[in-house]
């Protein structure tokens, strides 16, 4: 019955084991969203701070505060998933303490025990005349290989406390350790509800002006829409001629998509293969537009359709491809600015708002190859890319494509 016992605890012990490792890593993944966002922040700040506006635009004034917001958000989610998960640590830590305490105090009990006996036993006879009472040779032998034995066993169990007050004291230490970082945890997000909150001050009081006006603004999201909608329909219609000419060669009159030769869609396999992990079209930058229909982040009265990811980043930034492919076409938009499509199979990656391109149709490319610079708003300062996938005609989320840093 009690080997069982022993058993069912020495299973729960090592599930306990198991179960801490599993959320040490858990952790450590916490741990590096966070230390991301911050370094996300920190680049975010610099860059919206950096912006010179020749004019003022309070909508392009919102949109700023509501990416800081939106960070520090995310900033303080992560900051108490991370400390949730320190304190689950911590109260494993703790009973792994009281366990090693409760074994600690056997071992010396046992160890007490035995050093008192050992010494009741020298005191009523001697090693020497234990070995000289043996009734013969193989007796005597037996009985000096059981005093070295216990004496082995003796300076082990003398070792193992030693050990086991070892492990007691790292734990004490790690345990202080995680203690004091949760501390500091939670002194950051303090930190950030405080600067969350001035900035959602800001935030109202600006949209209070923009509401005086909303009309105006709204004519203003109308107008970029309709524009974007044009340039969208443009690349549409390079796409489709482009399917059309490759369903031309291979002799399929009929097809919807791409008719691709082998290596096409071995290409088109490796690119779905490393979908969540392709690197982003940028080197550095934010995501100020997300993919779809949605209401306009500062307009909720407004609604905007977005048909890819408008991606803000440095001036002087370059757009760089996210797999290894094709040019397909360079396309003229409004205001001199360009778009590269560069094929991938029957998947095209398109990068627009190009204020130079440094590819032409037709030339191959590698991941992370820098394919032109992107434009900069002389009135806004601002530099975004807009980011397009398609597979054939059809749109798809970038943001479920690219890496999350």
Known sequence: MRVKINHII?????????????????????????TQLQKDKIYINALLSNTKRKEKNLLNDLSDLNSKIKISEELITAIENESKELGNEIYLNQLEINKLKRDLNALKKDY??????????????????????????????????????????RKKQGEKILLKTEELQALTD???VKKNKKELLLAERKKEQLTIEEERQKYKSLLTQVKKKESKYKRQIRKFQ?????????????????????????????????????EAKALASEFVSNKGKLPWPVKKGYI??????????????????????????????????????????????????????????????????????????????????????????????????????????????????????
Do not use: C
């Not at 090592?14 to 952790?27: D, E, F, N």
């Not at 234990?130 to 066993?153: D, G, P, T, V």
């Not at 524009?227 to 009159?253: H, L, P, W």
């Not at 996210?322 to 029957?346: C, D, R, Y």
């Open 288 to 405: 100020s537009t997300y993919y779809g229909k949605q209401p306009h982040p500062i307009l909720k009265t407004a609604t905007i359709q977005s048909n890819g990811l408008r991606i803000t980043t440095e001036k002087g930034s370059k757009a760089r491809a996210v797999f290894n492919g094709t040019v397909l076409a360079v396309q003229i938009m409004s205001g001199n600015k360009k778009a590269v499509l560069i094929q991938h199979g029957n998947y095209i990656s398109i990068y627009k708002n190009l204020a130079h391109v440094l590819v032409k149709k037709g030339d191959k490319v590698t991941t992370k190859q820098e394919i032109g610079t992107i434009f900069t708003d002389r009135i806004t300062g601002k530099t975004i890319l807009g980011f397009v996938l398609t597979k054939n005609t059809k749109t798809e989320n970038p943001y479920n494509w690219i890496s999350r840093k």
């Open 226 to 262: 309709k524009e974007q909608d044009r340039i969208a329909a443009q690349i549409d219609k390079i796409i489709r001629a482009a399917i059309v000419a490759s369903n031309k060669k291979s002799g399929n009159k009929s097809g919807s998509g791409f008719s691709l030769t082998p």
């Open 112 to 153: 007490a025990d035995m050093i008192f006996k050992s010494y009741k036993s020298r005191s009523q006879n001697s090693r020497t005349m234990f070995l000289l009472s043996s009734e013969n040779f193989y007796q005597a032998y037996k009985r000096f290989q059981y005093m070295k034995q216990y004496a082995s066993f």
């Open 174 to 176: 790690s345990l202080l």
């Open 10 to 34: 020495l299973v729960l012990f090592l599930l306990i084991s198991v179960h801490a490792v599993a959320q040490k890593t858990k952790r450590q993944r916490l741990e590096a969203r966070r």
